[in-house]
């Protein structure tokens, strides 16, 4: 597996040696097809420049700095070397855990971006990675920890995953959104016993084993079937609009749901009991 940054991995007196290598593919955040911006007239791919308009002409790369806009049109000049300055300089290339947490304690809402942790190669070497695996799987826990990397901090969290370890970057407490807004909405509402019951139901039938196989984009199995038809000059057929019902009354939506899951109509009954209803009605 190629890794992007190498070092260790460090909790108390214990080193082990580990390679970063990212989990999800470069283009996992977007489509797998890329497309490049033409001028229609020609299909010629367009060029993007760097303009000022001060000066009305195009500028070159050693001409550019930063700016931070501190009022609208006003900006405070940064130049490399004030960021040099306050980048951190450790060399030592280690991922310190500093606190173990239980695992299920940690949202996910703070995870950036996931990297497998690599072992080393030699079998002494491996001996502690699989140590603190093991330990980790036992115990349920994670590590949260810090490392430097091209003179930039990263707070991450590193976790048993299967028989590895993976390392989650972490956004910091500011980066994320307060849910306070939200829960203070739920706190104020109320359900009926018998609207839980039903909506219970429905998860049970629906209920399932995580497949990541099932993880499959439509849209881009459409935009490939797409770009095919179009390369073959196929005459592309528009698909029907789908019309969603309004919802109107949740328990009649639970019910439907329920019967859909178990696939059949809503409003079948069974057998028994469409016998006591009609016995009902002859005794009235």
Sequence with gaps: M????????????????????????????????????????????????????????????????????????????????????????????????????????V?????????????????????????????????????????????????????????ALALETLFLAEDVHSQAEISEAVEGTAVKKSELDLARQVIETLEGEFEPSELVSEYRRDLKALLEAKMSGEELAVPEPVVVAPVIDLMEALKASVAAAKGKPADAEKPAARAKSRARSKAR
């Design 107 to 163: 949202d996910p809402v703070y995870f950036d971006r996931t990297y497998f942790l690599v072992p080393a190669s030699g079998t002494a070497q491996r001996r502690p990675y699989v140590l603190l695996l093991e330990a980790m799987q036992q115990t349920g826990t994670a590590g949260i920890g810090r490392f430097i990397r091209s003179g930039r901090e990263s707070l991450c969290l590193v976790r048993a995953k299967g028989d």
């Design 2 to 105: 190629r890794t992007t940054w190498n070092g260790s991995l460090s909790f108390g007196l214990v080193s082990i040696p580990v390679g970063l290598a990212p989990a999800t593919k470069p283009a996992a955040r977007q489509s797998d097809v890329s497309f490049r911006l033409l001028h229609r007239e020609c299909s010629t791919p367009i060029k993007q420049k760097r303009w000022c308009p001060t000066h009305d002409r195009e500028v070159t790369q050693d001409e550019i700095v930063r700016g931070f806009e501190v009022t609208k049109g006003q900006f405070l000049i940064v130049e490399d070397s004030d960021l040099e300055a306050i980048e951190r300089a450790d060399d030592s290339r280690s991922i310190e855990i500093t606190r173990f947490v239980q695992e299920e304690t």
